[in-house]
């Protein structure tokens, strides 16, 4: 979130006059002005609460979609886990492009508030396309309406970006407000990450919701977003007549651009100058160029930021498909995977004011945590450590990921409804498999090669007794290949029955749900019969066909809990569904009662590891941001020249969009599996910390390098004719 805080270019117009003073006019007028502070209070300008009102209601409309975006891409536009994640960090990429020419527009044409006006407007429609896209059964393309609205997001939000902070900073006067000026970024910066905590909340459990005839309701969950950005352009508009409005100044990043090119030119025509940047002084102004090589130092430590914003970044991607195959459950709610990325913003405003006031004197007694690039370099180095947790968090999880066949593989999934073991041999060209099942049980043959086998089942002579006659059977069953098969061993008269049922199952888990499918074994019924499941909240049901054949039915999709299960008026028994499993439930009549029953057999393991084991990765990950991005920030705006703060924001905002650049990358490449990916991260980051400490060891702060070229300027010729009298 921190990457949102502010426009580096704030204060720039406002500090533009002290810019041509000379250093002496300028103490002698800030000590005028600090004086006259002291008689003068100004009014709080009341036009700032509009700004802030629009700020909080643009950002909880950003990350409200932002959060589900991921998810969305995966479960309604069908995409897979890495062309999701590709998608989605594309989409952050251009988020963080854009502030350059919303920047430009502002300062060179419209002025902010007009700028900030009409990009909202693009910014609302891409938001109404995103929601159409998201209506069920309406005629609409779902994935052009998605893309097409995710690109005009990106273009209004980065539009936006850079104007909304300056605009704020243009309400007061300075300096006599300065003070006012520090107390309303730290109420700007709260409204960011109170709209982000709020949203990322809120919009996961609208999507859960069941709303035109659906299961979920991502239509309202961008619906909201949408209403509040709406909200935020009218409230920008119904401040107008308070605004301090302030006409455009004109942009330098055209000239710093072309100052480069020019330099780099006469460089490789063959001309020497001390630096190479000196070239262009017979083009640019002297102030210009040395501005500009102040600029090219800090940029050389910007060099390695991409790869910490590739790894923070991935808490709304990757880290949400993990929290996806958790265990949400905590007492009777469920904490959505989504909803796990409210973590951030909330322990920001929680370990602020705690670093500010507690972590960093501590630190400083020891002379540690002093300087900013340590603490970036502190920072980066456990940015890495929350990867490595994760990488460790994902190999203990893999013990209970759903086990999808290779495409030119099968597996076979054996179902045992009798009250004692079996034996199975599954047998094609004389090669046999050969495995035990318990009584009520199941098992998955994985690894089958895709072809046509024999299933022969034995059950042991004290099965059923009094029952049986027939003990072993065998049947047909075809292994296809990318599909799981089943075959359900039943009791039909005096022998056991194996049947090779004809739809192939599905082990792929839904996050925070259940799947479960039926197979009806009843034998020919009078009538078509509902069959319900009824629990403490949400009920399903479900038809029971006439056919004397065993048959299966689609798989449902069941919250978490425990359901009665009724046919027709009569209850029969109960299951339990946990989240992440996927169940076969064989409803049949017990061959010694006679009565109706049910028996659950698991496909795939439910979500056994719990999703509150993410909140240390997100712990370290979030101190992490505090040290690395918002020191970042505030170096960065210390180190630039008054007139260069604004080039370097937009640079500082490229060096996220080129760290989803290294993602997309990474996700295309497949290089890894899901742990082996979080461990690259992690080695990747703590040798770009090591780079990162290399180039802060090299580099001389701003305030040094002036004092000696200070010093050098006015120092003394020696002269050694004078000799001291002492």
């Not at 009102?53 to 995409?79: Q, V």
């Not at 854009?98 to 407007?121: E, Q, R």
């Not at 009218?234 to 090119?261: A, D, E, F, H």
């Not at 005096?494 to 259940?514: C, D, V």
Request: with cysteine; proline share 5%; glycine share 8%.
């Amino acid at each position: 979130w921190s990457s949102d805080v502010c426009s580096s270019d704030l204060l720039d117009s406002l500090l533009q006059e002290n810019q041509k003073m000379s250093e002496e006019d300028r103490k002698r007028k800030a000590a005028e002005a600090e004086a006259q502070a002291q008689d003068q209070k100004l009014p709080y300008p009341k036009s700032v609460f509009f700004i802030v009102g629009n700020e909080f209601c643009e950002r909880f409309s950003y990350y409200g979609m932002k959060a589900i975006l991921s998810i969305y891409l995966k479960k309604k536009l069908g995409y897979s886990e890495d062309k999701a994640t590709v998608i989605y960090h594309t989409f952050s990429m251009f988020c963080y492009f854009t502030p350059i020419f919303g920047a430009m527009i502002a300062d060179m044409f419209l002025g902010k508030f007009k700028t900030i006006v009409y990009i909202s407007t693009i910014y609302i429609l891409g938001h109404v396309l995103k929601t159409v896209a998201a209506f069920p059964d309406i005629g609409v393309d779902p994935v052009s309406f998605s893309l097409i609205g995710l690109a005009l997001i990106a273009l209004g939000t980065g539009g936006i970006k850079p104007c909304v902070s300056a605009f704020g900073g243009d309400q007061f006067k300075l300096p006599e407000q300065t003070r006012q000026l520090q107390s309303f970024f730290s109420v700007f910066y709260f409204s960011i990450n109170l709209g982000s905590l709020i949203s990322t909340y809120l919009t996961p459990q609208l999507r859960e919701m069941d709303c035109f005839g659906g299961e979920d309701c991502y239509s309202v969950a961008f619906g909201v977003p949408a209403l509040l950005m709406i909200v935020a352009t009218i409230i920008i508009i119904i401040g107008r007549p308070l605004y301090t409005m302030k006409p455009p100044q004109g942009n330098i990043i055209p000239s710093v651009v072309g100052c480069v090119l020019y330099g780099l030119k006469q460089k490789l025509a063959g001309e020497k100058a001390e630096h190479w940047l000196d070239l262009a002084k017979d083009k640019y102004e002297d102030r210009l160029v040395e501005d500009v090589k102040a600029v090219m130092r800090v940029l050389v430590l910007y060099l390695p930021l991409p790869i910490w914003w590739a790894l923070f970044d991935q808490t709304g991607s990757r880290w949400t498909f993990q929290a996806e195959r958790m265990n949400g459950a905590v007492g009777g709610v469920i904490i959505q995977p989504d909803q796990m990325q409210m973590a951030n913003p909330f322990l920001i405003l929680f370990l602020i004011p705690i670093f500010d006031w507690g972590v960093y004197p501590v630190f400083a007694k020891f002379g540690l945590l002093v300087k900013p690039l340590q603490r970036m370099a502190a920072g980066g180095i456990l940015t890495a450590g929350a990867f490595f947790i994760a990488g460790f968090l994902e190999i203990e999880m893999m013990k209970t990921y759903s086990k999808a066949p290779l495409e030119d593989m099968s597996h076979v999934f054996v179902v045992n409804s009798l009250p004692c073991p079996i034996n199975v041999q599954l047998e094609r060209s004389g090669h046999i498999q050969e495995f035990n099942i318990p009584q009520f049980d199941s098992f998955v043959q994985n690894e089958v090669h895709p072809g046509d086998y024999t299933a022969k089942i034995v059950a042991n002579a004290t099965c059923l007794p009094d029952i049986l006659n027939i003990r072993a059977a065998e049947t047909k069953v075809t292994a296809m290949a990318g599909n799981v098969s089943s075959v359900l061993v039943a009791v039909n008269g005096g022998s056991i029955k194996p049947t090779a049922l004809k739809q192939p199952e599905e082990p792929e888990k839904e996050g925070a749900i259940g799947r479960v499918r039926f197979v009806q074994d009843l034998g020919l019924l009078s009538a078509e019969t509902n069959l319900t499941l009824v629990s403490a909240g949400k009920d399903y049901t479900l038809l029971l066909h006439q056919d004397e054949a065993i048959s299966q039915h689609e798989y449902l999709k069941m919250d978490i809990g425990e359901y009665m299960v009724k046919i027709g008026d009569e209850e029969v028994d109960t299951i339990q569904v946990e989240q992440g499993g996927v169940y076969s439930v064989h409803i049949a009549k017990d061959p010694v009662s006679g009565k109706m029953g049910v028996n659950m057999f698991t496909l795939s393991v439910p979500n056994s590891v719990h999703i509150m084991w993410l909140l240390p990765q997100y712990f370290v990950i979030t101190v992490g941001e505090i040290m690395f991005s918002i020191t970042g920030l505030e170096f960065s705006y210390s180190q630039a020249p008054e007139s260069m703060k604004s080039v370097l924001q937009a640079c500082w905002l490229l060096t996220v969009a080129f760290g989803n650049i290294i993602v997309i990358i990474v996700a295309e490449a497949k290089a890894f599996n899901r742990a082996g990916e979080f461990f690259m991260f992690a080695i990747l980051m703590i040798i770009d910390m090591f780079v990162f400490a290399w180039l802060a060891y090299r580099y001389v702060p701003r305030d040094q390098r002036e004092a000696a070229i200070a010093m050098e300027n006015t120092a003394g010729v020696y002269n050694p004719s004078y000799k001291n009298d002492d």
